[in-house]
């Protein structure tokens, strides 16, 4: 949607492997977020960036990290992945410094067996 | 940080009827309350937003009002139709954005 990829749509992985998502965005835009989508709790903010090598946590950071090596990607990594990390898992941009509304990617769902 | 609560979580319709959603936030700071419709299978996709200078806010069938010193914002669809239905969440803003939990509307034809 509008210029975000979010890779892989879907993926099933064990406990305690490493995961990495991606989040690539064709418009050049300098803010990025993750969050997670779980039932009841709508969607909360994992990490987000500001620019290039430029990250923050969110409310639910633990169990995640982040990188943004260039303007265009957005990667988030499970170090470890465990049961309670599966969720489906969005991206967005945020077009203007401030005050405008997200576009989200299509999400991925990550299964953790 | 910021809370959003959002009421009902599911809601039913007739087609043609007025569906309403309302959310309510703790920061008195918030200056920005997007809403967001999520169909199935997809990310959330932004309907309609309003930001803290202006009371209310119409876009065809929605429309958007916000109550500031009561902390309080809703979603008004009027004529609802099939397509209608998905679900709905409200968010509040600073700078970073917390988002309710979600309103399921179904719209029975």
């Known amino acids: 949607d509008a210029g975000i990829t979010q890779s892989p749509r879907h993926k099933v992985t064990e406990t305690g492997t490493p995961v990495t998502l991606r989040c690539h965005q064709t418009e050049n835009h300098r803010y990025m977020y993750w969050y997670r989508q779980d039932p009841g709790h709508g969607l909360r903010l994992i990490h987000y960036?500001?620019?290039?090598?430029?990250?923050d946590k969110g409310e639910v950071s633990d169990g995640y990290s982040v990188s943004r090596s260039k303007t265009e990607d957005f990667l988030l990594t499970l170090e470890s992945a465990t049961s309670s990390q599966t969720s489906v898992y969005f991206c967005?941009?945020?077009?203007?410094?401030?005050?405008?509304?997200?576009?989200f990617g299509s999400g991925t769902r990550l299964t953790v067996v | 940080g910021e809370n959003v609560e959002q009421h009902p979580s599911t809601l039913s319709v007739q087609e043609g009827d007025s569906a309403v959603i309302k959310c309510t936030y703790s920061d008195s700071a918030s200056n920005y309350f997007p809403w967001y419709k999520q169909e199935l299978g997809k990310g959330p996709q932004l309907i309609i937003d309003?930001?803290?200078?202006?009371g209310e806010k119409k876009d065809q069938r929605i429309a958007v009002t916000l109550n500031k010193t009561a902390k309080h914002f809703s979603l008004h669809i009027t004529e609802t139709q099939p397509e209608d239905s998905a679900v709905y969440f409200c968010a509040a803003s600073i700078y970073d954005m917390r988002f309710g939990a979600g309103t399921r509307l179904t719209v029975k034809p």
């Open positions: 960036s500001y620019g290039v090598k430029d990250t």
């Open positions: 967005a941009i945020r077009r203007g410094t401030e005050n405008y509304g997200y576009t």
């Open positions: 309003i930001r803290s200078n202006v």
